[in-house]
């Protein structure tokens, strides 16, 4: 099975990473282009029946930094 | 006195800091790899600056995990001063010894330059070496040095007189300008700036060498 981990910086955590692409984006004459936040994929590959638990506690020991950041599992 | 500097893979100051250490205690320092997890007998910890496991994932995240920062977590809590410079701030606020996060440069540029710094608590471990309010300055050279914690956790920062240093004027976008702190038992002291690189007149500055002589010199006479 795979799961998909999406690690994004929480909401009012600043994002200069994002705030580049948002003004390249800008540079490039798109307008309307609002906030612009900046985050991870992180695709695992785990044996079959790997279980939620598991997969939660590998993003809250590693794959996220819950100070400032909030993770999302999708299950493929 | 003995003291350890912890070695990751792609730490690249952890002979700068050894040398240190050796320079005011006259004796070196055990390296200790990532792997080992005997600090016994340790009297002073160094963790290095560089860039641990090439920074993957996050600064200092994969090096916070490895088999020694258990046995630094334990050293610490018994009391033992921790010293963490630049990707070693990184790590000690990943191990969870310190609090919040540090994040990209708002610049997005890595800074390499000395930098002036002010002393905000002279009554630490490390600090009692400098006046209060003085202006020092030391080397930085990081990407990711832009300090982040909730704004209660840098209300109690503050109010425990726990930021030891703060950049005189902002640089990397760090939440109040802040640029190392300590934690609750003041043993453990994590900051960006690299002391060791402002030991000897040689480097063109010698105000890091005061932090060293504090620290290390209450041990020995402790």
Redesign the interface.
Known sequence: MKARVFVTLKPGVLDPQGKAIGHALEGLGFAGVGDVRAGKLIELELADGTSDEAIDQMCRQLLANTVIENYRVEKL | MDSAVIVFPGSNCDRDLAVALETVTGKAPRMVWHRDTDLSGVDFIAVPGGFSYGDY??SG??AA?SPVMQAVVEAAGRGVPVLGICNGFQIL??AGLL???L??????HFLCKPVKLSVENSQTLFTSGYQAGETITIPIAHHDG?Y??DPETLDRLEGGGRVAFRYATGCN?SARDIAGIVNDAGNVLGMMPHPERALEPAHGNTDGRRLFEAALGALATA
């Open positions: 994932l996050r995240a994969m995990r606020t990943e609090p919040g996060a994040m990209r440069n708002a610049s997005l832009n982040q914690a976008g």
